[in-house]
């Protein structure tokens, strides 16, 4: 690796000659101690022969900053940075609460994109600054609100963070803007909000608060690969470390924010993993995966980063069963159409895969169980949490097997077999409030109106789209099955 000289006093100062010296000896002490760490950085030693020069960073800051005044999407959570000359006068003169107002709708609008394309997260940004326009707002809100707000956004271990965040930042504060209220500034604070990881304190840090720091996310890990055509594994911690200093060494100083996203919107809509643009990228010019792939017909753009092969996500069967209660006093149907109806819900463990979401009543079970062994599971749980005895106590007026539905979580697969269980009960749903005494279960009734409203997991509303779509597919009630009585 060549050291370039010092750059300007504009240079960001995440990338010291220094630090280009300390890794450059770490990679070598590498080398001794581990050789199949050794390996990967011989790998990517050859791949980053240098870091950019001065005049690719030059070029690459000034191309890539020019596209994004032009071609940046139209997003709610943007606000486009003032111009570098300004920008130091108007942060000061920035009053502190604006500053870190800004910070909230940088910060929510980041969680919100992990993982989450931006159309998707759109409506959903939207609708959280409509209910929480600021921290201080969120700080007071409860679980079971941001629940809801959430519900079909996925990976809710999120938004749990945003409000434990919001509640430790605010502390006991109230919402007067005139609050003493402190929002970190700088990525090692920010670090420490729960949910804030390295990128997203780069982010909030970069945007919010104009400091030169990076980001690295899979769009900039893509760009980066590409422009310096890096063939190491870009999973591998070293590699990691070295797109942080690369993205150090390119982070615009006097623009750190739109620099950033910029790089970002690149990888996002030009620079994309299977069909880059290449022919419209303002920075095609410094791109050693573009020149490769123009001079060696054996080499594509698309052969960086190169591909990992993804971890298996486990296979996972499960036996839902849609409990819906029929009122005791009003006319009866078989599949339950009538509004005062119920469906019982139960609310997830605090911890682990969707923690404190509702849910229909369900059963992990071993492999591919057939229909009579997941009910077996299922009536033994209803029977233990419920006192729900599906064959003796209790009048039940339909039991159907609605169908199955494969749920996609990043590392689990998970199979759902779904039935629908219509149960006529003594006293209707105030049978369930006498008889459950079980202190940690967690359960509600719900009826029809209210479940199309309530926040739920895509999941559930999955489940709950196929009971709708199977009770049109039935005929209605026979005269024989009136006959039967409540227990
Ligand atoms: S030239 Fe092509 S591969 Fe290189 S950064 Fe631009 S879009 Fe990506």
């Not at 930042?169 to 990525?187: C, I, M, R």
Request: charged share 25%; proline share 5%; glycine share 4%.
């Amino acid at each position: 690796m060549i050291l370039r000289p010092r750059l300007s006093n504009s240079t960001p100062k995440v990338m010291e000659e220094k630090e280009v010296r300390k890794s450059k000896t770490k990679m070598k002490r590498v080398k001794k101690r581990e050789p199949a760490a050794a390996k990967n950085t011989n790998k990517l030693e050859e791949d980053m022969e240098d870091f950019f020069s001065n005049e690719e960073i030059c070029n690459i800051r000034a191309s890539l900053l020019c596209w994004y005044q032009k071609n940046q999407r139209v997003v709610p959570w943007r606000i486009t940075s003032p111009n570098t000359s300004q920008v130091k006068e108007e942060m000061e003169e920035k009053d502190q609460y604006q500053l870190a107002q800004r910070a909230y709708e940088v910060w929510v609008s980041e969680i919100m994109l992990q993982q989450t394309r931006v159309a998707t997260v759109i409506e959903y940004y939207k609708r959280w600054m409509e209910k929480w326009p600021t921290i201080h707002h969120l700080a007071a809100a409860s679980q079971e609100e941001v629940n809801h707000i959430w519900a079909g956004l996925g990976y809710y271990r999120r938004a749990r963070f945003l409000l434990e965040g919001a509640k430790m930042l605010v502390g006991g504060q109230s919402e007067s803007q005139d609050a003493q209220f402190f929002f970190p500034t700088t990525v090692s604070a920010l670090c420490k909000v729960p949910g804030v990881g390295q990128y997203t304190a780069g982010a909030i840090a970069s945007i919010a608060f104009n400091q030169a720091v990076p980001v690295v996310d899979g769009n900039v890990v893509r760009v980066l690969a590409r422009l310096k055509a890096i063939s190491a594994n870009p999973k591998d911690a070293t590699t990691i470390k070295s797109f942080w200093k690369l993205a150090g060494q390119l982070v615009d100083p006097c623009c750190p924010g739109d620099f950033n996203q910029a790089l970002m919107e690149l990888g996002a809509t030009i620079c994309t993993p299977s069909t880059p643009s290449c022919s419209v990228c303002p920075i095609s010019g410094q791109c050693q995966a573009f020149s490769l792939s123009r001079t060696n017909t054996s080499v594509v753009v698309t052969d960086y980063p190169t591909k990992v092969p993804k971890t298996k996500q486990r296979l996972d069967f499960c036996a839902v069963c849609v409990v819906e209660i029929l009122d005791n006093q009003g006319p009866e149907t078989q599949q339950g159409t009538q509004t005062d109806n119920v469906f019982l819900l139960v609310k997830r463990p605090e911890e682990g895969l969707l923690a404190g979401l509702w849910e229909f009543p369900s059963v992990l079970i071993d492999g591919e169980a057939d229909l009579s062994m997941r009910r077996e599971a299922m009536d033994c749980y209803l029977k233990k949490s419920f006192k729900l005895d599906t064959k003796k106590k209790h009048c039940v007026l339909s039991r159907n097997y609605v169908g199955e539905y494969l749920h996609i979580f990043s590392h689990i697969r998970l199979r759902m077999y779904v039935e629908l269980l219509v149960l006529r009960l003594k006293g209707g749903k105030s049978f369930l409030y006498d008889k459950v005494e079980n202190e940690s279960l967690q359960w509600k009734c719900v009826d029809n109106n209210s479940i199309q409203s309530i926040g739920l997991t895509s999941g559930v509303r999955k489940v709950y789209n196929m009971i709708e779509d199977f009770k049109q597919t039935q005929l209605p009630l026979d005269s024989s099955s009136r006959k039967r009585k409540p227990i």
